[in-house]
Antibody, heavy 118, light 107 residues
Framework: EVQLEESGGGLVQPGGSLRLSCAAS????????MNWVRQAPGRGLEWVSY????????YYADSVKGRFTISRDNAKNSLYLQMNSLRDEDTAVYYC???????????WGQGSLVTVSS | EIVMTQSPATLSVSPGERATLSCRAS??????LAWYQQKPGQAPRLLIY???TRAPGIPARFSGSGSGTEFTLTISSQQSEDFAVYYC?????????FGPGTKVDMK
């Protein structure tokens, strides 16, 4: 069974940093691209970042470019999101999602809440 | 960036009725369109990809159609467990943009 479990969320002050992790199991992690998607309270879904299976290709949403860094460790079956210079508007539940063959997101974690507030 | 719009924002349906949800892209995404279902407090779930292919385990009452810029998700006979928010998403162009969602609630 495919499982994705996020961790590392919490309360952080504006301008601060946080690192999210996503532990993957039940599939060959190194064969799949991965994504981070976020959802602000009461709002819709926003794609944040993409990383290919080998980390050769990385993309970011304009809203986080230059502040967030996606990475992965295939030996540890883990995906990461380093978030720096956090703003109030970064407050959201952050989901990791597996990219399937055509790039649709076929499995999602349960999410990790990040709250940016003073 | 490709902008996705969905209509209506809210759709009120009685159990057993047909529900039709629309999604429009600001430019052609070919068939690179997915639909997701999200219930309160839960992660999204993939329903349809490639505009019309059901994901594994998704009931046959869910169907998708369309190509280019106009897409439709149809629930042929609404069940109680289908009341949720539905999002479309394009993956044709980097940005992977989602639509704002359609909430399907009980009439």
């Amino acid at each position: 069974e495919v499982q994705l479990e996020e961790s590392g969320g919490g309360l952080v002050q504006p301008g601060g940093s946080l690192r999210l992790s996503c532990a993957a199991s039940g599939f060959t992690f190194s064969s799949y691209s991965m994504n981070w998607v976020r959802q602000a309270p009461g709002r819709g879904l926003e794609w944040v970042s993409y990383i290919s299976s080998t980390s050769n290709t990385i993309y970011y949403a304009d809203s986080v470019k230059g502040r967030f860094t996606i990475s992965r460790d295939n030996a540890k079956n883990s995906l990461y999101l380093q978030m720096n210079s956090l703003r109030d508007e970064d407050t959201a539940v952050y989901y990791c999602a597996r990219g399937s063959g055509n790039s649709e997101f076929d499995h999602w974690g349960q999410g990790s809440l990040v709250t940016v507030s003073s | 960036e490709i902008v996705m719009t969905q209509s209506p924002a809210t759709l009120s349906v009685s159990p057993g009725e047909r529900a039709t949800l629309s999604c429009r892209a600001s430019q052609s995404v070919s068939g690179n369109l997915a639909w997701y279902q999200q219930k309160p407090g839960q992660a999204p779930r993939l329903l349809i990809y490639g505009a019309s292919t059901r994901a594994p385990g998704i009931p046959a009452r869910f169907s998708g159609s369309g190509s280019g810029t106009e897409f439709t998700l149809t629930i042929s006979s609404q069940q109680s467990e289908d009341f949720a928010v539905y999002y479309c998403q394009q993956y044709s162009n980097w940005g992977f943009t989602f639509g704002p969602g359609t909430k399907v609630d009980m009439k």
